[in-house]
């Protein structure tokens, strides 16, 4: 008896998964995020070079500016007992100026009564026989001393003699000016008489 052959049934496909849109393998997705996580994690390591390099140039910046004197080689014991007591090693002798005489301020005298030495000048003369004259005259003045200081006035009073009364007048005195009247009168009791004028007081105005 022939037995019946079988026909083997041929192996059974297994299921198929269904297909989802846009899927991919796990392999890949893996890999993908790996990635990601990768550059993720890169750029969080450059953002905080960043800020920590950012924030290193602000506080260098500061310190440069709140000490400028950084960077500067500090001065050492050597240099700075050297600054300290270096001093020149010869001085420049002090030139002094030439002593410069002032002329000496000049000397006046305080006059006194000897040093006017005055004479009468006859201008105008009228006699009477021997009853006397009536005179016209003035006083000449002349002064003996060495000299009379300029900024002061000085009143020199004379009394005329030979006159038939006395006769006082003044005059006054500044430097080498004498201010006198420019005619004086005055009568003698005989025309042989003479008029003569002596000081009798000096004083300062």
């Known amino acids: 008896m022939t037995e019946p052959h079988h026909q083997q049934d ?3 496909e297994a299921p198929a998964q ?10 890949p997705v893996t890999r993908q995020r790996s990635q990601v ?4 994690a890169g750029a969080a390591v450059l953002v905080l070079l960043l800020c920590f390099g950012g924030c290193g140039a602000l506080l260098a910046t500061r310190n440069d500016e709140e000490s400028p004197d950084q ?8 240099s ?3 600054a300290g007591t270096s001093a020149p090693t010869s001085a420049a002798a002090p030139t002094t100026a030439p002593a410069t005489t002032a002329p000496p301020a000049p000397v006046y005298d305080l006059p006194a009564k000897g040093d006017f030495k005055l004479k009468v000048k006859t201008l105008r003369k009228q006699c009477f026989g021997s009853a006397g004259c009536n005179i016209t ?3 000449d003045v002349t002064y003996v001393g060495d000299g009379l200081d300029p900024s002061s ?9 030979g006159a038939e009364g006395p006769i006082i007048n003044t005059f006054e005195v500044t430097g080498d000016s004498a201010s006198v009247q420019q005619e004086e009168t005055g009568s003698t009791k005989r025309s ?6 002596v000081v009798t007081d000096v004083s300062e105005l």
């Open 153 to 161: 006035t000085y009143e020199v009073t004379y009394e005329v003699k």
């Open 18 to 27: 269904p297909e989802t849109a846009g899927a991919t393998s796990p392999q």
């Open 71 to 78: 960077g500067k080689p500090a001065p050492t014991a050597a």
């Open 37 to 40: 996580r990768w550059v993720i």
């Open 192 to 197: 042989g008489d003479k008029l003569t004028a």
């Open 10 to 12: 041929p192996p059974a």
């Open 137 to 139: 005259y003035r006083i």
């Open 80 to 82: 700075q007992s050297r």
